[in-house]
């Protein structure tokens, strides 16, 4: 099977937010994208037409969205089929797709199947897609020797280290995530695939929506040192400084990306 002429990218759960800026802005770098979303059967018509905006006439040749929920093994199958299928060839992946509890609960309230679901998506999911991912990379490293400059990045949250009693389930996952980083950065290291990961703060996004004015006040009083939210563009911009090279001594790094929050001052 021919190998696709251009650099490929996955980012997981990219239908909006976070993974939506980051596709956009590696598009514009003329990588090709795989959009991925567990919810939706197709793409939206915006986000659609904001690709073809960037690719023009060549659209086709250089998108593939799949619904896949990572966190079942037999749809992570798929996406792996789908990209090979289409591209033959993975050169980043970004570990984005995530999800808060359903229901806020105090962790003397959490239920085993909020716990379940959680880290089946934010933790379980990634685990086994980087695994199988990582193998192909090797292999393709194998056979492309230094042509081929792979990459995969984990998104986190504050959560890794920030305790919030009202959705336990989420810090375990994102404090753990923060482990898997370590963990396969230093397993694939031998084979020059580095690891890194973003740390958000807090970010504009839907999944934030329903706690705006809660941050919104903590904030304007101070919680982070750069006063404003997150927006998505902040966590694509440093997925841009990696993939084009600029950390070429670095692997299993976190980089925050929290407007200081990460800070302790007196």
């Known amino acids: 099977m021919k190998l696709h002429d251009k650099k490929v990218l996955l980012v997981t759960g990219s239908t909006h937010g976070i993974g ?8 514009k770098l003329d990588f090709s994208v795989v959009i991925n ?6 793409l939206a018509e915006n986000y659609y037409a904001e690709l073809r905006e960037i690719y023009q006439d060549e659209i086709e040749n250089n998108f593939l969205y799949v619904q896949a929920d990572i ?3 037999e749809d992570r199958e798929i996406l792996l089929n789908r990209i090979k299928k289409k591209f033959n060839r993975i050169d980043v992946l970004v570990n984005n797709a995530g999800v808060a509890p359903k229901i806020r609960r105090d962790i003397l309230e959490t239920s085993e199947e909020s716990y379940d679901r959680v880290m089946s998506i934010n933790l379980k999911g990634p685990y086994f897609l ?12 194998e056979e492309l020797k ?7 990045i984990n998104i986190s949250s504050i959560n890794r280290y920030t305790a919030s009693v009202n959705r336990g389930e989420y810090c375990l996952s994102k404090s753990a995530m923060n482990m898997m ?5 230093e397993r694939l290291a031998e084979y020059g695939i580095p690891v890194f990961e973003i740390s958000p703060g807090i970010i504009d996004t839907p999944m934030t929506e329903n706690v705006h004015n809660k941050y919104d006040a903590l904030i304007k009083e101070g919680l982070t040192p750069i006063r404003r939210w997150g927006q998505p563009i902040d966590i694509a911009k440093p997925v841009i400084a990696i993939v084009s090279g600029l950390l070429p001594f670095s692997t299993g790094s976190v980089i925050d990306i929290d407007g200081g929050f990460h800070l302790h001052s007196l």
């Open 181 to 185: 980083t370590k963990l396969f950065g």
């Open 37 to 42: 979303g567990a919810a939706s059967k197709s």
């Open 130 to 141: 980087t695994q199988a991912i990582s193998k192909w990379m090797i292999q393709l490293r």
């Open 146 to 152: 230094d042509t081929y400059q792979p990459y995969i």
């Open 71 to 73: 966190s079942k093994k």
């Open 20 to 27: 939506k800026a980051i596709i956009l802005e590696l598009a």
